[in-house]
């Protein structure tokens, strides 16, 4: 008999019934090189707030460069990746998320948009060895481009005259994107048990601040989205794919009509999960609010007025899983 003692991952928290999620059958996916492409992202960003995108001109080699730098870093010993952290809010980050004691079943690498700042972070590790940097900024500079392509694209589903609108934040010089590998190691406990109901929380709920993830994983699953009547389902991984999230402030700007989607991530008993993703964002200065194009007849604004800066320090000042625009609406 295999006795399971808790006591490894008692801090993190478990989410029961498993078993019983479904999985996301009708998951939109969207062809960018199609004509539809443009209206299908309408569709998903206000039924889901998600979607997939396949067809994306991101190169596989880039892709695969980088997912090998990553492997190898989470693969050093604890003590060299620990010369990396604690991200403060850059840099090298173990089980604790945020700074309001969330915890997860992850380890991770926060990442600026900014070549010359992440070696300069990460010089204790790498030393000056540019060929990382240059993988990583070229995968950033392709991921970028396929996200402002998708919000052109968004831009035109709306009928928006400035097909820019949405992409230029990203394109400014000041963006404050932010990029993130995550590497959920396989949880030895739920291999053990693996006719156990309860799985462990690899990235707690939450959405996302900023304006639109892109997200690659490698082919391990554990990625789930909450749907509009709150439900939760599971999405099969697919590495050939992008995984598109709107973000808090894509729901603003569309005053609503765009969701941020609800998800997380749950651990594996046996597989290692590996997902890199941009996190696009704009400048600190930028006013977030609802695209006057956008509001029909006297439709009135959703939410109060504010900037990217005040709305990043809010959302960083709380816990993963609350509601951040909740202070930020009007009625
Ligand atoms: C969620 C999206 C991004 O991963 C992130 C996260 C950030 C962090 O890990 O430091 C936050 C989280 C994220 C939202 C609430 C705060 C801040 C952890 C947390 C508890 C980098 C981001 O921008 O916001």
Redesign the pocket.
Known sequence: MVVLSKQTTERYSYIRNCNKTSTLSTIPVVDLSKPEAKALIVKACEEFGFFKVINHGVPIEAILKLESEAINFFSLPHNQKEKAGP?N?FGY?NKK????G?VGWVE?L?LKNNQDYNSMRLSSVFGQNTDKFSVLNEYMCAVRKMGCEILELMAEGLNIEEKNVFSKLLMDKESDS?F?L?HYPPCPEMALDNKSDEKLVG?GE?????II?LMRSNNTSGLQICLKDRSWVAVPPDYNSFFINV?DSLQVMSNGRFRSVRHRVLANGSDSRLSM?Y?G?PPLSQKIAPLSCLMKGNEESLYKEFTWFDY?KS??????A?N?LGHFERF
Request: hydrophobic share 30%.
């Open positions: 991200p809010p980050g998320i945020g700074v309001n969330d991770y926060l932010v993130r995550n990235f939450h959405t996302d601040p900023q993830s973000g993703i996190f964002g990043k959302a960083y000042a709380s816990r993963l609350d951040r």
